[in-house]
């Protein structure tokens, strides 16, 4: 029995480390712990203390199965036997003081977490936040930046170490926005608007996901964030400005027709109210579709 329980033993206790380790740079599949945005540093933390606190419960258990059994197995002579046993305060005390100390330690931190963490709460920083309208289509994502009267599909650029408000709708189906090493998800819903604040703390290329199932084309809703330098970004939208196609009715209504994979597309803005009118759902903004959602009164959650 020593041949595979010192091994397995061995595992468990490096399991943390190993995961801890992990948290370098271990591909797309552990985004949430490669966090480069301080919201999504702040929520990593959140992740290892959780899981920290339940494995004082859970290795201490595990391991103890494995010693119980091999102690008091049937080939031990040494082992005590003691059939008239029912009863040990020590053991009451342990068994529910830890518990209890870890379930109020996580209460504790989700509560507090909950506040300092909500999509809502704008970040503290010397900088303005800058300003994204973001629409959730079938099937691709619409970014509109109203101070730079410009809009992209499925590439979202935005400046390093600059915090950036996102107000959120939908012209199709429920969907849900989320940039694993940025932060937080929240839903686009349509006929309502929600609010995420995000940043990200350097340069770099960041993939962001619907992770709601919303149809066909699910599975190629998603989009790249680029974090550049403030004067990157500042000739990128000037790129935008000069170069971009119009987006105006015609192209809008071409645009909201469900497609699959959408390359990335660049556009200035003709439509200043464009992000308010899908949020109402106002009907002289384009012929209404049979995949459009029903009409309802725009409400702000």
């Not at 209504?253 to 803005?269: C, D, F, G």
Request: proline residues 7%; aromatic residues 12%.
């Amino acid at each position: 029995m020593k041949k595979w329980i010192i091994p397995w033993t061995g595992a468990l206790l490096l399991c943390p480390s190993w995961l801890w380790a992990c948290t370098g740079n271990c591909g797309d599949q552990w985004a949430v712990l490669t966090p480069r945005g301080t919201i999504a540093g702040q929520e990593k933390t959140l992740i290892l203390t959780a899981l920290g606190l339940m494995l004082l419960v859970v290795v201490p258990v595990i391991l103890m199965t494995f010693m119980f059994a091999w102690k008091y197995r049937a080939s031990n002579p040494r082992a005590d036997y003691d059939p008239d046993w029912d009863h040990s305060t020590l053991i009451e005390w342990v068994v529910w003081t830890i518990p209890t100390l870890i379930v109020a330690v996580l209460g504790y931190l989700v509560w507090t977490s909950s506040h300092t963490l909500s999509p809502y709460r704008p970040i503290a920083s010397s900088q303005p936040p800058l300003e994204v309208q973001v629409v959730a289509m079938d099937w691709k994502w619409l970014f509109i930046y109203p101070e730079w009267h410009i809009a992209t599909v499925n590439r979202l650029v935005i400046p390093a170490g600059v915090p950036v408000h996102f107000s959120l709708t939908s012209n199709a189906v429920m969907s849900s926005f989320f940039i694993p090493q940025l932060g937080g998800q929240i839903y686009a819903m349509a006929g309502m608007k929600t609010h995420l604040h995000l940043i990200a703390d350097r340069p770099g290329v960041f993939q962001g996901y619907n992770t709601q199932f919303s149809g066909q084309g699910f599975s190629g809703m998603t989009f790249e964030t680029v974090a550049t330098s403030g004067e990157a970004f500042r000739q990128w939208v000037h790129q935008v400005e000069t170069g971009g196609q119009v987006l105006d009715r015609a192209t809008f209504a071409t645009l909201e027709k469900p497609s699959i994979n959408e390359a990335p597309r660049l556009y200035s803005l003709a439509l200043p109210d464009l992000f308010d009118s899908i949020l109402s759902n106002d009907t002289t903004l384009r012929t209404m579709t049979s995949h459009s959602p029903v009409p309802m009164t725009a409400i702000e959650d």
